[in-house]
């Protein structure tokens, strides 16, 4: 029996307990939302590239993964977190986490190339789910589109433009499975409010673990 106020134990071979009873210690995870600017590689490391998402994250003592991608010259929502099983469930097919981009392309799209994108476009490793697609305004020459996918594909948003002769110029993520980074200047973080992590727990059926 430990009377002495201040004991240390270790959790990794000592049992507490009390009034009988396992004491246990709660586990408890890290969830960040990141602005994420343009040039930044999501990636811990890398020899080609010198500055990753990582180095904007001061002062975060736990170590955390990105859930999902984001390329090298996109910007916007990027969510990370050391919680391996709700990470894994954001970024499953079968889940279908709604994603929402917003995109300057080169020219000025027909409805026919709207109605491609939204329907369904081929690329190399198969044909693209359905999408909402919004011709948001002009710009210039080029237009602004906005296109909610619920795939994860790499650079997918990039070849759907493609397939239908509109390069990405610009390309940010203004949405990610709820999440939205507004308020928040580019490269700068913050944690997810408790209410934030119970939504996208519920999302993905973990609420009620």
Not at 86 to 94: E, G, I, M, N, V
Not at 146 to 169: I, S
């Amino acid at each position: 029996m430990v009377t002495h106020p201040g004991t240390r134990v270790d959790p990794e071979i000592d049992v507490v307990r009390c009034a009988g009873k396992v004491a246990t210690l709660v586990q408890t995870n890290t969830y960040v939302l990141l602005n994420k600017p343009a040039g930044y590689l999501v990636s811990a490391t890398d020899p080609h590239h010198q500055k990753t998402v990582f180095g904007l994250l001061k002062d975060i003592q736990a170590r955390v993964f990105p859930v999902g991608r984001l390329d090298l010259d996109t910007q916007g929502v990027l969510l990370l977190t050391d919680d391996g099983d709700l990470s894994y469930r954001l970024t499953h097919p079968r889940y279908e986490v709604e994603k929402v981009y917003r995109a300057v392309v080169r020219g000025r799209p027909l409805p026919d190339a709207l109605g491609l994108l939204a329907k369904g476009v081929v690329l190399e490793d198969g044909i693209t789910a359905p999408a909402k697609v919004k011709q948001i305004r002009n710009l210039g020459a080029n237009s602004v589109l906005e296109l909610t996918l619920h795939e994860g594909r790499k650079r997918q948003v990039k070849l759907m433009c493609v397939a239908v002769g509109h390069r990405v110029l610009e390309l940010t993520r203004i949405v990610f499975a709820g999440l939205v980074v507004d308020g928040l200047a580019l490269g700068k973080w913050r944690h997810l409010t408790p209410k934030e992590v119970n939504a996208l727990k519920e999302l993905v059926g973990l609420d009620d673990k």
